[in-house]
């Protein structure tokens, strides 16, 4: 599996691919920029016919996508700063991706991200914040008082990425979405970090937490499950990852885990049985995706 799909919908509305000389239409639609294989046109000739259609400072949400033939080896910075320098032109923004990229533009593994800490004072009513690519990613210093949202995909999920939401001031964050990956396309963490993640009162108002498409995924499990923080959720998505028997029977013995509304384990590697037991749980539960381990191992199901 791969990131193979763009976004059609974002913080709420449609999204549609901006082309020079569109009308906007900021009430229904958000706008991704890209680039086509043939496009005529550059990024930065693109971003800016955007900032000078009419009715672009009511846009509420904008995507970045592929911006080079070259992305494998260009930074994404150029386009992170050119979004920042806009953002007196785009007062509405609450939703902005950066990386709308499919593996057929590049793969996630490959994305040369950069810092997008700027975001976090550039535009004071975001709601959501998405980002794809850890490759060169930094979330600096992170303190918003609005953001709802935040999700973070990449192939392999450097440590620092962690430890800088370990540190993270977001105290009306909702929904936090993080793809750990794989140490083959990046990921440097540890269970000691994931489990400083999960600290009491870290996120007062987090409902759904994704830890996804992690190769330690039993023992992410682990840690979820003596972590306070899962009392506090609805939603608690697993998947995507290597979890078998192991890690779901730690989730079986948190009381808490029986009080949320839905939990995703697709994905997984879990047995029949375990699967049966799972599956009773008193809420939503989704273990689709039963995979059968090679001689060589469990798999994520997103790396390169």
């Known amino acids: 599996m791969a990131f193979g799909e763009h976004a059609e919908e974002f913080d709420g509305k449609k999204v549609v691919d901006y ?4 009308t906007l239409e900021p009430e229904t639609t958000n706008y991704r920029l890209r680039l086509e294989y043939d496009s005529e046109e550059s990024f930065s000739e693109l971003l800016t016919d955007f900032l000078t259609a009419e009715n672009v400072d009511r846009v509420t949400g904008v995507l970045t996508g592929a911006y080079s033939e070259e992305m494998y080896e260009e930074s994404m910075a150029p386009i992170v700063e050119a979004v920042i320098a806009a953002a007196p032109r785009l007062p509405s923004l609450t939703g902005l991706f950066i990386g709308d990229i499919i593996y057929e533009e590049n793969e996630v593994s490959w ?49 620092e990425i962690l430890q800088q939401l370990a540190n993270a001031q977001l105290p009306e964050l909702e929904h936090l979405e993080l793809y750990l990956g794989d140490s083959g396309y990046g990921w440097t963490g540890t269970i000691a970090d994931v489990e400083a993640l999960l600290q009491a009162n870290r996120f007062p108002k987090l409902k759904t937490l994704g830890l996804k498409n992690s190769e330690i995924a039993d023992d992410v499990a682990g840690v979820v499950s003596v972590s306070p923080i899962v009392a506090q959720l609805e939603t608690l998505d697993l998947s995507l990852g290597t979890l078998g028997d192991a890690g779901a029977e730690k989730l079986l013995a948190c009381e808490n885990v029986k009080t949320l509304k839905k939990l995703d384990l697709s994905h997984h590697y879990m047995s029949n049985e375990m699967m049966k037991q ?9 273990v689709e995706e039963q995979e059968t381990e090679e001689e060589w191992g469990r798999y994520v199901s997103i790396g390169e």
């Open 19 to 22: 082309e020079v000389g569109m």
């Open 111 to 159: 994305i040369q991200q950069t810092d997008v800490s700027p975001v976090w004072t550039a535009f004071p009513k975001l709601r959501t914040f998405q980002v794809r690519g850890g490759e060169g990613l930094s979330l600096g210093d992170i303190a918003h008082d609005q953001l709802k949202t935040l999700i973070v995909q990449t192939g392999g999920m450097p440590r």
């Open 278 to 286: 799972v599956s009773e749980l008193p809420c939503e539960v989704n």
